[in-house]
């Protein structure tokens, strides 16, 4: 731990004004709060585009938007749900936020890459968001930008959509490399005194993890992008074989579509988990908080993420069960994907086990915590279906895959960053969010998931295909699969409005929350033992703390709190033997 | 107290939706009935942990909740149940893959009796090729299409003179029949669906990809674009129709051969000249000839007829309208369709065939003899 030692006695160059405090600021603490203001903002573009979309599906023809627009609009909701928010907020968010205060660093190691990581986000949201302003409009290729349509004419944006989208991402995967640099390397080089690998919260295992796999998988879908901008701009042939455009032959020869299906679920399963990880560690550590009860099998949540990133990377073939690939990939995919359920399976019944004699406080973010169970349950289980080839290959590209996701890494992850924004919210704040406002926020938004997308599966049973902009005379479909699609879209358009509550708890509490204290909920990890709320440049004041034991010391036998802090001496409360590393 | 309710209530709710929905696969018509069991296998073990994971989550949530001077227990870990715990999802999960696995064993091979047909996509629509009495297909490759090759076959390949080529969107298939389907592309990926059969797989241009089935039951089906394929993706419509022995064998006498097309050389008529070039360059994937909806205004009917613009201007539909929305398709939208239709180059014997071909569409000509002359340039 030289490397501490060395960071307690440099000297602290707190940044004066304004625009070195809050714009151009290498604190791990603005950084975060940037990256998430980003990411809520750009979600938000995200939402109102899918209202549009169900506008459309429930109630054909009632707003003015043809099938350009929807498949524009399927096309940016996909790609900023999944990347600009989730990707964003889980790693630049809490990542930033959490990990110097959980692991008792003052700072991520590199501030300055810290700093340009949120610039270079920023702007890779700002290309991607000038692409609605372009001849063409965005890009309406599909979150998943297969080509060959992707840079062909019967797409929308296939001109100058498809580039933005392509550069946007460059773009993002760098910021994601700097950031992503920085927080493994404070992982491993930056914690204090006492705290091993085995003492982190859970939170920071599932990002250190996600940021490995991040590191791992997002280069494939750089090559993937800068040789699809080549087709598309000099006229290389990597994706494009000898092809038709409406009756005309094209200048392309040789290249295989498929392969950049390869390249892009090469990096596309491996990002499901890139925001199941974070959300994974971030609600093992809201469960045990608010059940006052030691995290259940902590070793063995540690290799559950470790194994879960391991796999990640065999089994992205799944979702090309019905691409053409060679079809004997399906037996081998098949089995690797459904072995990652067990490890998965672990991870939903050690979270029971910790609810299983504890001291359960229904607080907002514990309400949060319980819906992503049930949410990730039901979307885990929807993806032994679609994992296991053959049970795969009459629900691939139909309503039920689109209920799979959102439920599976949609909804629950978001529950996620609800319950961590209403569970932190007090460290960044000083004040308490509207416990009130919370409620019906929380209600609104689990129940109506739920209502939208368990039917939903039932749509693709039915063999509704997905990406469909209008279902008119189909035989087989019936009338009341139409009735379904309109109480749906209801439900979303509530669901939707329903955030501004969460907006609006947000502004509110900012001025007019209860003072929280330092340490509300009575937590024992690091980021709670601040001496300011919120910490302050250097989070630790003169000296780092010294960690004595692991983070999840709640309800331990003969000590007087029900909760004992990582920084507590084995002189007043002993160590417990669960804390293996001496 | 009220969570714990909720909870059992999403449980019990979920699996009635299960048993009253009216929304369940659509009825079987093809020799994937084992498919179809793997689904209720899967939906029996994974019920199963759905229902006993909430309902132990709503115990606790009851039965732990925050009581004043309550502790939880310090119990950080119990391997020998967490070793129990792993070993059950181990063997529910075996019992998913296993009877999967068997499943797609058959799925991946095709058996040694089946016919082939060949479906050919392109934005958006669907033609079909058959081998013919030699039971081979000719090579083919996307460089060779044209307008009198529209499957791209190489005319010097004997095996292809005698393949039977479909180029309307129906497909005939033989009952009981195993049928393996080679699916080519000429532009983008698609996927050829039909719900009924169950299978479905992907078409890739540059390659020929396959999958097998045995139609089960006499009747019409559609086939549905399951894979993204640009804007008229939803409207991308196929039928297969599966017919007993003698119905099959009356369709199929009346098809043509690629060397009837050959020898068919040149087409006499600006009608069936303007039809070879609507199917050739694709028009009729997006303007239906038959009054079904298309991404375009349909064909039928349509000449001679009075159009409401997007602008709210009223056009009537003649020779010199028709060749403008060919060449410069921005120029006049129809109100209530999409401004998506790319310009095409044509000569213009080639534009005075398609204007033909869609005035012999209108089944009331006379009704259009005032603005007549002005196509007869």
């Known amino acids: 731990m030289a490397y501490a030692d060395d960071v307690e006695n440099e000297e602290l160059h707190e940044p004066t004004g304004f625009i070195w405090k809050y714009v151009w600021s290498q604190d791990h603490k603005v950084i975060a709060i940037q990256y998430s203001t980003t990411a809520i903002l750009v979600g938000l573009v995200a939402l109102v585009l899918s209202g549009m979309m169900r506008m459309q599906i429930g109630f054909p023809g009632s707003i003015d938007m043809d099938s350009t627009a929807y498949y524009q609009a399927m096309t940016m909701h996909g790609m900023i749900m999944v990347i600009y928010l989730l990707t964003a907020i889980f790693l630049g968010g809490f990542g930033n936020y959490l990990i110097p205060l959980m692991v008792g660093a003052r700072d991520m190691v590199f501030p300055f890459v810290n700093m340009l990581s949120f610039w270079f986000y920023l702007v890779s949201v700002l290309v991607l968001l000038a692409s609605f302003f372009v001849p063409g409009g965005p890009t309406g290729a599909g979150w998943t930008l297969y080509p060959p349509q992707a840079i062909t004419a019967g797409t929308p944006g296939s001109e100058w959509g498809i580039i933005l989208m392509l550069v946007s991402l460059i773009i993002f995967i760098i910021a994601a490399t700097m950031g992503g640099l920085n927080y493994v390397t404070t992982v491993l080089q930056a914690r204090t005194h006492g705290m091993t690998m085995f003492r982190m919260p859970l939170t920071v295992w599932g990002i250190f993890v996600a940021t490995i796999l991040a590191l791992l998988a997002f280069p494939a879908l750089f090559v993937s992008g800068v040789m699809m901008l080549l087709d598309q701009t000099i006229g290389t042939s990597f994706f494009m074989p000898d092809m038709m455009q409406f009756g005309s032959q094209l200048d392309y020869s040789g290249g295989s579509p498929i392969l950049f299906q390869h390249l892009f679920w090469f990096f596309g399963h491996p990002e499901v988990y890139i925001v199941a990880l974070p959300a994974f560690g971030l609600v093992s550590d809201l469960i045990s908080i608010h059940a006052r009860r030691s995290i259940f099998g902590y070793r063995m949540m540690v290799w559950a993420i470790v194994s879960i990133g391991v796999l990640s990377f065999v089994v992205w073939a799944h979702h090309m069960y019905v691409s053409g690939m060679n079809p004997y990939f399906g037996f081998f995919f098949a089995t690797t994907t459904l072995v990652i359920a067990v490890p998965t399976a672990l991870k939903v019944y050690n979270w029971l086990l910790t609810l299983w004699r504890g001291n359960i406080h229904l607080t907002v973010p514990m309400l949060y915590s319980l819906a992503f169970i049930v949410t990730f349950l039901v979307g885990g289980l929807t993806g032994l279906f679609l994992g296991n080839v053959v049970v795969d290959i009459p629900l691939s590209d139909t309503y039920f895959v689109v209920a799979h996701f959102h439920m599976v890494m949609g909804v629950a992850p978001i529950l996620v960053v609800f319950g961590s924004i209403y569970h932190w919210y007090p460290k960044m704040t000083g004040r308490m969010l509207h416990d009130g406002i919370g409620k019906l926020h929380f209600w609104i938004t689990f129940l109506g998931t739920y209502l939208i997308y368990f039917p939903m599966h039932y749509l693709g049973f039915l063999g509704m295909p997905r990406r469909y902009y209008a279902y008119e005379d189909y035989p087989f479909i019936p009338e009341s699969a139409q009735s379904l699609n309109a109480f749906i879209t209801v439900v979303a358009i509530v669901v939707g409005i329903s955030q501004l509550l969460f907006l609006f708890n947000l502004a509110y509490s900012y001025f007019k929350g209860a003072p929280s204290g330092g340490n509300p909920w009575r937590a024992t990890s690091l980021e709670w033992l601040t001496p300011e709320t919120p910490p302050k440049h250097g989070n630790w004041g003169t000296s780092l703390p010294v960690v004595h034991r692991w983070a999840y010391d709640y309800g331990v036998p003969g000590a007087e709190l029900d909760y004992v802090p990582q920084t507590t001496s084995p002189e007043e409360v002993p160590v417990h033997e669960s804390d293996h590393d001496e | ?377």
């Open chain 2, 1 to 377: 107290m009220t969570f714990a309710v909720i909870l059992v209530a999403i449980v019990v709710v979920s699996v009635l939706f299960h048993f009253l929905s009216p929304w369940q696969a659509t009825p079987l018509a093809s020799n994937w009935g084992s498919i179809d069991t793997t689904i209720t296998i899967t939906l029996v073990i994974t019920g199963i942990f759905f229902v006993a994971i909430v309902l132990f989550m709503a115990y606790c949530v009851y039965k732990y909740k925050a009581l004043p001077g309550r502790r939880s227990e310090y119990r950080p870990e119990n391997k020998k149940l967490e070793w129990w715990l792993i070993g059950i999802t181990t063997v529910a999960i075996c019992a998913l893959l296993a009877p999967g696995l068997i499943v797609y064993n058959d799925f991946v091979h095709v058996p040694p009796n089946a016919v082939e047909f060949e479906a050919v996509g392109e934005q958006w629509r669907w033609s079909y090729r058959l081998p013919g009495k030699d039971k081979t297909f000719g090579r083919t490759s996307v460089t060779r299409i044209d307008e009198n090759n529209a499957f791209g076959i190489d005319p010097s390949d004997a095996a292809g003179q005698d393949d039977v080529l479909i180029a309307g969107n129906q497909m005939h298939v033989l009952i009981n029949q195993p049928t393996k389907a080679l699916l080519r592309s000429k532009d983008v990926l698609h996927d050829f669906y039909v719900p009924q059969f169950r299978a479905k797989m992907d078409l890739i241009p540059g390659q020929v990809t396959y999958f097998w089935f045995t139609p089960t039951v006499l009747g019409t089906f559609d086939i549905l674009c399951a894979e993204y394929c640009g804007i008229g993706h939803y409207n991308m419509r196929g039928q297969v129709v599966v017919d007993d022995a003698s119905s099959y064998q009356k369709w199929l006498s009346s098809q043509v051969t690629f060397a009837d097309v050959l020898s068919g050389g040149t087409v006499e008529g600006l009608v069936d000249q303007g039809q070879r070039l609507a199917s050739s360059r694709g028009c009729i994937a997006c303007h239906s000839i038959d009054g079904g909806p298309s991404l375009g205004p349909g064909w039928l009917d349509l000449y001679g007829r009075q159009e409401t613009l997007s602008d709210g201007s009223q056009v009537k539909v003649d020779g010199p309208y028709l060749i403008e929305s060919v060449v410069d398709p921005a120029a006049k939208i129809v109100a209530g369709y999409p401004p998506v239709m790319v310009a095409y180059e044509m000569s213009d014997e080639q534009l005075d065939s398609l204007v033909a071909y869609i005035a012999s569409l209108s089944s009331d000509p006379e009704n259009s003899t005032s603005i007549q002359p002005s196509t007869e340039e």
